[in-house]
């Protein structure tokens, strides 16, 4: 009995907090629809899908790999984001590269982002600038975990 009454409590209080933040929420949409400037602006609410919200430029989005002009991945295969990555989402695998500027690319590349944390340590680490967090995309949720493991061709496509 006593432990239903706690549950009524709480529910009571969750309740009136709701109730409250509705109220000063409408208490300041009224200003506005009179056009009374205040200092404080009531809840916003985006219609998502239709309109979406400015994203800051120093955002951190979906990973995405550089080209050179010949079109092979700018990445030289250094391992320095693989080592600096703090949840080991990384994982490249080197192979030589015919050309005698360039000694080695990433015959794979893989990230998998149900494990990333979008720290970007790994932009940061970069010699060559090859990866870069600045695609912009942030809805890329997906029903299966298999199709957040981005490869090679999708990291730079």
């Known amino acids: 009995m006593i432990k239903?009454?706690?549950y009524f409590i709480a529910i009571i209080k969750?309740?009136?907090?709701?109730?409250?933040h509705f109220m000063v929420n409408m208490w300041f949409h009224t200003l506005k629809l009179f056009r009374i400037k205040t200092k404080r602006k009531g809840a916003v609410t985006i219609q998502y899908?239709?309109?979406?919200r400015k994203i800051a430029s120093r955002h951190r989005?979906?990973?995405?790999?550089?080209?050179r002009e010949d079109g092979k991945p700018r990445c030289v295969a250094c391992m320095l984001c693989v080592t600096v990555c703090p949840s080991e989402c990384i994982f490249v695998e080197a192979a030589e590269d015919p050309d005698p500027e360039v000694q080695k690319v990433p015959s794979i590349f893989i990230i998998d982002l149900s494990r990333c944390c979008f720290c970007g340590f790994c932009v940061e680490a970069c010699p060559e600038d090859?990866?870069?967090m600045d695609t912009g995309q942030i809805e890329f949720a997906e029903y299966s975990r298999d199709k957040l493991i981005y490869d090679l061709e999708k990291l730079m496509g």
């Open 4 to 6: 239903a009454l706690g």
């Open 14 to 20: 969750g309740s009136l907090i709701t109730t409250r």
């Open 49 to 52: 899908p239709e309109e979406k």
């Open 61 to 67: 989005s979906l990973h995405r790999l550089l080209k």
């Open 130 to 132: 090859a990866i870069r």
